[in-house]
């Protein structure tokens, strides 16, 4: 199982590299929080999964506190975009 | 796999750096820092340092993104084209930079057991912190009792930071004017959701208080993440209705509350016959004394985060709600 | 027995990280921003399912299992949500879906 466990952190790091670069690149600002977003969900199945690899389950309580924040962050994000005026 | 792993995240995290050096639209660069913070907690997460990580990811990616946004909404997000030449502090940082590299080759390899670093309190703490406290999560017992003494500055710190900010922002008041309505009006699935999400987290604020001396958390982590609870409140339904649940003239007493009852213990225990904040001497059982000084202060701590983290926001939006009225 | 629950979670977490990956693509190369949201959205929900059961499968019965259905039913409940908020502001904020970028042609070649 390890081997396995070991491969999906790999790839889901390269989820993670994808998002990061959309959120780099982004054709328009929706774009970017659509990569931030991304980001953060692929970042919660990170973490459970690296726990599993390396036996630690209480990483697990960390995995929540990323997917609590990153849904505030990104509430936070549109709330506050009502008040800037768009640039591009 | 471990090394594998950090090597990667460390790249990610030095493009994201770079990314924000070049972008002009600061929304983007605060979306950009959010995800910088998640990156650095993965990679405490990655060195074993869970507690770190956990408050890293609150307070880091969370409140801090959250209370940019808000400084953002009262600037504007066009950054301004610098007036100087910006060759000089390029060099200066290229010096301290190529200084610090210099001094890391000094250092001793990572993780070797015959480092300074291990021969001092590090194998005291591991060896008799069982026996002394007896908390599964030494971390808990190093930063509540050993350090106990510095976390009541921490808490004092946060305690004057929000003196600092109210005095810059002003206290919002409290049912002064009908405020205009305010929240996200137009989204109704995110209005239903967040209703439906609110009271989860904060059962999770008091799993995170109550459960830290068995695994990562405890007071910083479970204030920050309630009053994430109650920013997610004002920001779907709007300022005037969180203050409605709790105020900020209460919340200041919150704060204040929270550093007391922190330094009461210290007191007590000095009442007792001990030194300060000495918990042997809380009950018979030095053992059973400990516990109960680790629980009381680290509900202070707690109180006192999410009292305080709360009345920033409180100022930072209403700041922004009323320069969008006027 | 064992061997078959490994064999079912292996198979679980690699469905999940294919559709990951298949998002990932698909938030790169599709053509409209709205394309993109449905990428990323659908292929979010169905790989925290098949990757946090595949895991749900290999942990013993007790606290953990708890924390991950939680995590399961927090990102099921709050990512769809936040990919139709940030949809929602987009069209809000003025974002034509394809269909109606084509029509927008049709009509300015109409006139001519």
Known sequence: ???????????????????????????????????????GTKTVLFIAVVGYLMGRPDFLDIAIVYALINFIGMVAVLRFFEYTAPVD | MSDFIDLVLLAMLALTGLRIIFLKDLFAVVMLFGIYSFLTALIFINLDAVDVAFTEAAVGAGISSVLMLGTLALTGREEKESSHSSILPLIVVFITGAALI?????????????????????????EDSPKE??????????????????????????????????????????????APASGLKSHQVLRVVAKLIISPIILFALYVQFHGDFGPGGGFQAGVIAAAALILYALVFGLPNA???????????????????????????????????????????????????ILIIELGVGITVFAVMLNIYYAFGNQVERSNIQ | MLLLLDIISGILLVTGVFFGLSGAVGVFKLP??????????????????????????????????????????????????ASHALAKSARHGGLLTMSELEKGDQEEKAPK
């Open chain 2, 102 to 126: 210099y001094g890391t080759l000094d250092m001793e390899p990572f993780g070797n057991p015959d480092n300074p670093i291990h021969k001092h309190v590090a194998p005291r703490y591991i």
């Open chain 2, 243 to 293: 203050v409605a649940v709790i105020g900020p003239r209460f919340l200041k007493f919150m704060a204040a509350a929270g550093v007391l009852l922190y330094a009461s213990v210290g007191f007590f225990s000095m009442y007792k016959g001990g030194n300060f904040l000495d918990y042997n001497k809380l009950a018979a059982d030095p053992v059973a004394g400990q516990h109960y000084g």
């Open chain 2, 133 to 178: 406290i007896g908390l599964p999560n030494m971390v808990t017992s190093v930063l509540a009792s050993y350090r106990g003494f510095d976390t009541l500055g921490e808490v004092v710190v946060v305690f004057a930071a929000l003196i600092a900010v109210l005095s810059l922002l002003g206290v919002p008041k409290e049912g002064q004017e009908k």
């Open chain 3, 32 to 81: 409209n921003f709205f394309t993109r949201v449905h990428a990323a959205s659908v292929t979010d929900s169905i790989a925290v399912i098949l990757i946090v059961s595949g895991l749900v499968l290999q942990t013993p019965l007790g606290i953990n299992i708890a924390k991950l259905l939680f995590i399961l039913v927090f990102l099921l409940i709050t990512s769809p949500t």
């Open chain 1, 1 to 39: 199982m390890t081997a396995l466990y070991a491969v999906v952190c790999i790839a889901i790091l390269l989820v993670m590299a994808i998002a990061l670069a959309r959120a780099f690149y982004a054709p328009t600002v929706y774009d970017r929080i659509l990569g931030v977003n991304m980001f």
